[in-house]
Each structure stands twice: as structure tokens, then as C-alpha cells.
């Protein structure tokens, strides 16, 4: 993930359960994570965003649970826990980030996505296993473009669905 504030790259390396910094030039700058189940240890992360400003998010899948670190490496919070429930993991895969710093969090075995606030608070959840609009069949991975388009690659469907945040008004 391309962390603008810091322009530098940040790649997960899930067998070394760690992520590697890179500048802009592809020199390497930093490596921080082990494994583990610790704040700041991962067991086999799948996916990382970058919140604008904020922290690097990072979808530890063996740990089910979320983890927020900050530019420098140091873990600053995480959320999350295996079961069944609203809010819990059986398999976070990816995660993604809105305009307005909210948590998107690709489940591969709930087939869904649950979106969360900046301290980890459910808010809703979308999808669930199938082949309609809005379902999934092993969901692989999601991003956020710049309009706010929530990208989710939809694996054993053979497609990429596309949706849209739409913000609250007020009258």
C-alpha cells in the first residue's frame, strides 16, 4: 500500500508475518512485526490499508482481529476477536479505508464485509454468501478509490462488484 503522508510503500509479508517499508526510490527503510498475538505481532496478515493521515491497518488473519499501527511501526489499537457475532472474524482477508477514515473489513469465510469507525466500533455489515448483487463467493480482496467506489474482488463469481458510499445528509 502507498502511504502518501510519508511517501513511502508498505508491503505485508505474510509468511514473515511483518510488513517492509520502502521510499519512493524502492530502498529499503524499515521492517517491524513477528509472529505472534501481541500488539504489533501478526499471525499470517493478509492485508494492509492506509488510513489518510492516521495508521497503517492491517488485517491480521490467524490473530482474527484488526490491528492499527502507527507510521513508525508501534501498534496503537486493534479490534476484533473469532466468532460468530456482529463485529467478530472467522477470516479477515483485506481491509480498506473511506474518505471519512472508516474501516472496511474483507471477511473470506462470513463472505462479507463489516464496516467499522476509527475506533472499531461495528456499524453495519454487507454481503453474504451467494451469486446475486452484493453476495459473495470467497471474497479476495477490496479497495477504495478516490470517488469513494468500494471495489470488492468476488473470487469463485468471476467478477469484481462495485459499490458506492453515500454519505448522510442532513436536510
Do not use: C
Request: proline fraction near 5%; avoid cysteine.
Amino acid at each position: 500500500a502507498w502511504d502518501s503522508s510519508t511517501k513511502n510503500l508498505r508491503v505485508l509479508d505474510a509468511a514473515e508475518h511483518r510488513i517492509i517499508v520502502f521510499d519512493s526510490s524502492g530502498a529499503m527503510k524499515a521492517k517491524y512485526g513477528t509472529r505472534g498475538s501481541g500488539p504489533g505481532e501478526f499471525n499470517f496478515p493478509a492485508g494492509l490499508a492506509i488510513a489518510p493521515g492516521a495508521s497503517v491497518i492491517v488485517a491480521d488473519s490467524m490473530n482474527f482481529r484488526v490491528q492499527l499501527i502507527d507510521h513508525e511501526g508501534r501498534p496503537t489499537s486493534s479490534f476484533g476477536k473469532k466468532g460468530d457475532a456482529a463485529g467478530d472474524f472467522a477470516l479477515p482477508r483485506d481491509t480498506a479505508v473511506d474518505s471519512e477514515g472508516h474501516i472496511y473489513v474483507l471477511d473470506n469465510q462470513f463472505e462479507n464485509i463489516q464496516i467499522f469507525d476509527k475506533t472499531g466500533q461495528l456499524l453495519m455489515s454487507l454481503g453474504q454468501e451467494g451469486r446475486g448483487p452484493g453476495e459473495f463467493y470467497l471474497p479476495a480482496g477490496i479497495t477504495i478509490d478516490s470517488l469513494d467506489r468500494i471495489w470488492v474482488a468476488d473470487t469463485y463469481n468471476r467478477r469484481v462488484q462495485v459499490f458506492q458510499y453515500l454519505r448522510e445528509t442532513t436536510p
